[in-house]
């Protein structure tokens, strides 16, 4: 059984990102990447002007990144305008810089466009509310189907053809005009009432 203590040294340093910076690097490796160039900046002496270097190696061994995972990120990050590289120095080595600046306008960018997402979310979802109560509130469907709802089934004898008739002289088509009555005012507006059919 392994140690607890060596467990706990793998466990030791998590590498973390931030997610915002997916929508700057265009992928989830570059934003590690900015993520960690981001710690380094944060922990590079005063004297080097913001400039790091780094290998490979370690890149892969703090953020698990391979050589094209590194270089693709490096290229993105460098096309939106955050990052600087250069080469230099014997053995050579691998140098960066982040703009601070540059990376604080894409920040802003994303803010101003997930704000405006969710403006257009919002007033897509209130549109839909208006149309649906627009539906709910249809006054011909809700006089057929509703006609003297409270009332007894007297009332509906009375009322029943007078609301039917409402609905079928509003039912004009181009083929009935005013001289054919239309199917509907045929089938519901001649037709008896069903309380005043008697049994037969």
């Not at 700057?24 to 944060?42: D, E, K, N, T």
């Not at 009375?158 to 005012?185: I, N, R, Y």
Request: charged share 25%; aromatic share 8%.
């Amino acid at each position: 059984m392994a140690d607890d203590r060596n467990l706990s040294d793998l466990l030791d340093s998590p590498v973390a990102f931030h997610r915002v910076f997916v929508d700057i690097a265009g992928s989830v490796h570059g934003a590690v990447f900015l993520s960690q160039a981001l710690y380094w900046h944060r922990r590079t002496p005063a004297g080097r002007g913001g400039w790091f270097w780094k290998t490979y190696e370690e890149w892969d061994q703090e953020t698990g990144l391979g050589r094209r995972q590194v270089n693709s990120a490096r290229a993105a990050l460098a096309a939106v305008g955050v990052i600087e590289t250069k080469t230099e120095g014997f053995p050579r080595k691998t140098w960066y810089r982040l703009d601070i600046a540059a990376l604080d306008a894409r920040l802003e960018q994303v803010l101003v466009e997930r704000k405006h997402r969710d403006l257009l979310s919002t007033a897509g979802e209130a549109a839909d509310a208006d149309l649906f109560a627009g539906e709910a509130s249809d006054d011909s469907l809700y006089d057929c189907t509703n006609c003297a709802d409270d009332a007894g089934p007297g009332a509906q004898t009375a009322d029943a053809s007078a609301c039917f008739e409402a609905v079928c002289t509003s039912v004009q088509t181009e083929e009935c005009g005013a001289e054919e009555p239309s199917l509907h005012k045929r089938t519901n507006c001649e037709a008896p009432s069903l309380y005043e059919r008697t049994p037969s």
